[in-house]
DNA sequence: GTGGTCTAGACCACT
DNA sequence: GTGGTCTAGACCACG
């Protein structure tokens, strides 16, 4: 899986990366028990220093999306593992963007009937 | 309409405000041609500085959600105004939010069928 | 209120920082509302990188004992608000930790009595 | 006895199992004088290193927990053995653990009476 | 060889 | 002037 950074967004690395990893599980690019790139593998392909890399690791950690491993390095985990474990706020967060992004469709002229079909659509895409 | 700030989140202050601007528009509590607070009463209001609201007022005009009247302040657009055509144009911002909370809703368990729902819901909520 | 740090144990620098600044809201020397020292005023002080001293408090944050205001630098929750927003799982993890301490304080000889007495104790410090 | 491992915890494995048996120990589980599995047993039904398992019970031994007997391999000791005198005994560590994990026990919200009740129990278990 | 931690110094967005 | 982010390079404990 390779990852497309935009430097210069506003949206810092690290949350691009975690942001890609978690889009990645969802469409089952990343199967659950999956090796990632270690951090410095994933640093070296990005162009980005380790720490950075390291900092989004450590996030999807923390929100139970992957496990770091001492042995063998970070691995997707189990769906089943993924009922949020360390960060409750994370689903109201979620649902936040999820209201203002379709209050913009809204607003872009975009009706119902075609919201609720791209939102299918994107719940599907890759399942 | 009053706005609820969460200083400490790591959304800025003048992106909250933008948003629960747009959210105000697409639920209908701002109505097309009403005005907006002056810079100063919002800023003063929220317990922020005006150069933060001015910011917020800045991004919403140039994202064409509202005017801004030399004589009455800023006044929220005619939705036809705001309005474009069809899937396509829904911001790219827009779109990846909605495809990152898609999958994160995914992941934490949400089936096809309530998300659906939930987006059905968010669309019509203050319709 | 000064920190000691000890560098050279093997608990990392950053969790140090945070356990003291744990302990000194729970035994009343830092107060509800209270304002931190600045990320780079910590660090000086302590003779340590900012970064460290940015990661306890990005901890402290996580886990919901301090807020983040973005104007006005770190300060102290409200007790009130303590109530485990960000991590799920720390209360396990005190929990934990409470059990082994007890299980060496036994087999160190310390009776029924004594242990409770001291448990009390440790609670009423700066109460 | 079986130890319950977690890998992806931020407490070293070797540490861990130093952990589980000194609650063995504490709670009777592992009696006096008896023997622990060798190093290479453990070591294979953990699924971990034996070097991991031999720093453990190097660990073990230095703290007194344990005896390493040439021709029986490692066995608890006598409580004589690891038993010392009143409170002043506490290793410094434990009570310092124990002061914290208090501190977190009082943010969360737990009251004394509760606490106190909390410890007497732990204590009790497995006597 | 892995992730975790730390440093010294830098830039930036936000307020 | 604040916290947040990032870099380049380093050391260490763990396995």
Redesign the interface.
């Known amino acids: 899986m390779l990852l497309q950074l935009d430097f210069g967004s506003d949206v810092p690395i690290y949350m691009q990366i975690r942001?890609q990893i978690?889009?990645g599980?969802?469409?089952g690019r990343l199967q659950p028990g999956e090796r990632l790139p270690t951090i410095r593998a994933l640093a070296n392909e990005c162009g980005v220093n380790t720490m950075t890399v390291n900092k989004a690791y450590a996030r999807l950690?923390?929100e139970a999306?992957i496990?770091?491993?001492?042995?063998s390095g970070a691995v997707v985990r189990m769906?089943a593992g993924?009922?949020?474990?360390?960060?409750?706020?994370?689903?109201r967060r979620?649902?936040e963007?999820?209201?203002?992004?379709?209050?913009?469709?809204?607003?872009?002229?975009?009706n119902?009937e075609?919201?609720?079909e791209?939102?299918?659509r994107?719940?599907?895409e890759g399942v």
């Open positions: 942001n978690v889009l599980i969802a469409d950690k923390q999306f496990e770091a491993d001492r042995r769906p993924v009922r949020r474990a360390g960060d409750e706020s994370l689903p979620a649902q963007a999820l209201r203002l992004a379709i209050a913009e469709a809204k607003l872009a002229g975009m119902r075609a919201l609720v791209l939102c299918g994107l719940y599907d």
